[in-house]
Structure formats: C-alpha cells, structure tokens
C-alpha cells in the first residue's frame, strides 16, 4: 500500500492592527457612518497596553483608557472621550475577534458617530496567548478632522472595501432553519452577528473548512434557537463556578475576560471580600491561572508538631553526660553546626587540636544542656450532659473496674442504713430481752422453793 503524504495544516499568521481597524471600519460603514482616522498617538497607546498586558498575562483592561490617550499627548490637553475594546487567544482569526465585539459595549466604535480617531495593537504573550487592542476616541468640542501618514506613506485612512451591503436576516422555514444568500461586501463575521451565532457553527452547518472563503452568492444554513440540534453559544467571559473542596474551600482560577466585579458577581459576594481574603486591592488587574479564595475553609488547622532538633534528641549516657557517635565522613565542622555550638567549644570538650583526626565510632563529649521538651498534654474531653440515674438501694454489690469514690451522704441513703441497722437490732433486742425474761422466771422459781 503506497504511503500518502499528509498534509500540513499552514499556521494562521496574527491578525494585525492594520486588518483590526480595517475590520472595524468595515462594520462601521455597514451602519452608514465615515471610517475612523488613524491617530499615531492612539496607535502607540493601543501597542503599549496589548505588550503590558501580555508581559502580565492579565484577564481585563488596565484603567482609564481616555486618561492613558491624555497623559500620551491625545487631544492637545482638551478633554477627551475614548473607549477601548480588547481580545485574546491563541490563533485567533479577524471573523472570530469580530464577533468577541459583537455585543453593544464593544459595538461603540461601530454604532457611535461621535468617534473619530483610531489604533490598534497586538502583542503576544510568554503562554502563546495573543492581546488584541482597539481605541477609538474624539476630542470633545472639534471636529473629526485629521489624518496620519503611516511608514511607506499613504493617506492615514485605512483602506475599506467597497460595496458593503448590510446583513438582512432571511426568512426562517417551519423547521427554524434561516437560508441566508451571501451579498457583496458580506463576510462570516458580519452574518454571525446578524444571526447571532458563532462563525464555527456556521461552518460545521455548511461543512465549510476553515480556509474556505465565503463567495457571493453561497447559501448557508443557518439554525434558530427553534431548530432542532441548535446548541446556544457560550458567552465569551462567563464565569464558570467552582465547586467547595472538602473542607468548604472555594477557590477560582482566573479565566480570559474575569475581573473581580463580575466574579463577585457570579459568586454573590463583594468585590472587597475577595481583595481581603487574598491580600490584594479592589483596583489590581488581575492575571490569567490565579487562584482567588471567595469563601475560606471552614476548618481549623491542627497545629503542626515542631520536629526536635538535634540536640534537643540528646539522652544521657550512664555517666550522666551527653555524647555525639561520629558518623562516616562526619568532620568536626559539620557537628558543630549540627549542635550549634563552636568547633573550638568541641574541640576544647574532647582535647582536641586542628591536625586532630577523629574515626567512625569516637564518642564526642557535648558538654551542653538540652532545652526542656514539651511533652504535648491533651485536655480530655467534657461529655455533655445527659440524664442523671438514680440507683436503687440493693444488698447486692455492684462490681466495678475502677476503686469505689465515697460518697456524700443523703437523706435517701441515711434512711436506707437505718432500715438496714434496725433488721440487725430488732432480732438482736428481741433475744437479749427473751433471755432475760427466762433468767428472772429461773430465779423466781428458785427463790420459791427455798421459801418452802
């Protein structure tokens, strides 16, 4: 059987700033508003915030994007207003960006005329994961005027395909299944917004590869919540909730797009809380693969028993002194530091110089005192009380394993001995009186008879 040769899936090359502003402006022009100008102090701004957060792997933005624009020269010291849109991964296409920025925050740039200027950066991280930034800004109070001359020259306009026709919604069929007719100037992002899916369902719908490049005038399926096998998408940042550990731990790893107010959020508990538990502050970015305690364990931590040093393992020869057995390649240094004691303390203990030399088996003289261990001691438990029983007097005894405890004596139990010491008395009495009354009847009668 020949071999076939396999074929090489090619690397997606990055998605650039240059396509990311064009993209925008793309979708910018659907909504039947003028292209953003590219602004190089907004460019400079976008590159070095996507190389910040890559060189700390963060999950969300870094402050005050109007602020950054300022402080970098952006609208000549007149106030400014600036929005900024952010993504990662790793071989992320422009489709997939686009539809990240779907939803009406990012949607900003594309919806809000007010815009004027523009910049965008790419930077990749150490974990492969790749931060795309957009800005969009306007200067309050001027114009949208302006242009910037990229390297290599040009206009500063960046270059925005013609013929951009908007995406209408088809009609759906009976089983809720759209059959949408690709336009010109239509692209997979731009329908999987419109229809609210993701540029990967489209595909598999349709069994398009992924370096299949959608022609005008294709047909593509596309599945309706009502159609059968439809599969919501996942939201991009939802919070995925950890389960308690054993002990009632919960902790959360840091995902792309978490900060700490919509984790707080998904958990129901304050933003502060958090910070508290894990030492930090409510305003610090946070970084992709931290673990976040939000509840802490509810058990107590058994404290660990401290090992005993060396010289608190010390016992006594018969002599009443202590001896350190030299050891295969033991040196006096080496003990010494074991004992923490001076090798000249050792050496003056056992007469020993420098140029001594000590064998496996010497007993070393440690004239040293080791500290008192502390013999752990373990406070018994208290029972809880529980219902007192009343024995009944018995002459029977009750055997027991431990030596009887006297007993404080009660009402109850001076009668019991009474009862007792009178069924001893009364037979005792009735006999001593028995044997009286015969001794004075013998001595009547005796008398009696001498008187006769």
Known sequence: MP???????????????WEIISAMNTWRMSNGLPSLIEDATINAVAQSTAQTMADQNLSWHIGNVGGRLQAAGYGGGKTVFATENFAMGTNLSIDQIMVMWSDADHMRPVTNPNYCHVGAGVATASNGFTYYILQAAYISGQACTGSYTPPGGGTGQPFVPGGITPVEIAE??????????????????????????????????????EAYKIQIGDELIILSPKAKGYVPPPKEGQVEVSKPGPDGKVVHTVRPYEYLGKIAEAYGVTVARIAE????????????????????????????????????????????NYYHIVGEGAALEGIAKLYGISVKDLMAWNNLNEHSIIYVGDRLLLNVTPPATITPTFTPVTPSPSATITPTPSNTPIPSATPAQALTETPELRKAKNVRLNNVLLPVSAGLILALAVFLFLRYLRRRKKSD
Request: charged content about 20%; hydrophobic content about 40%; aromatic content about 6%.
């Open 3 to 17: 071999v076939q040769a396999v074929a090489q899936v090619k690397p997606r090359t990055l998605v650039s700033a």
């Open 172 to 209: 759906m069929d009976e089983n809720g299944i759209y059959t949408h007719l690709v336009k010109p100037g239509q692209s997979l992002w731009l329908i999987a917004i419109a229809y609210e899916v993701r540029i990967a369902d489209i595909r598999k719908w349709n069994n398009l590869s």
């Open 277 to 320: 538990l894990n030492g930090i502050k409510v305003t610090t970015p946070l970084t992709i693969g931290w673990d976040l305690v939000i509840v802490p364990s509810n058990h107590t931590a058994t404290p660990t028993e401290r090992p005993l040093t060396p010289i608190e393992r010390l016992t006594p020869a018969a002599d009443g």
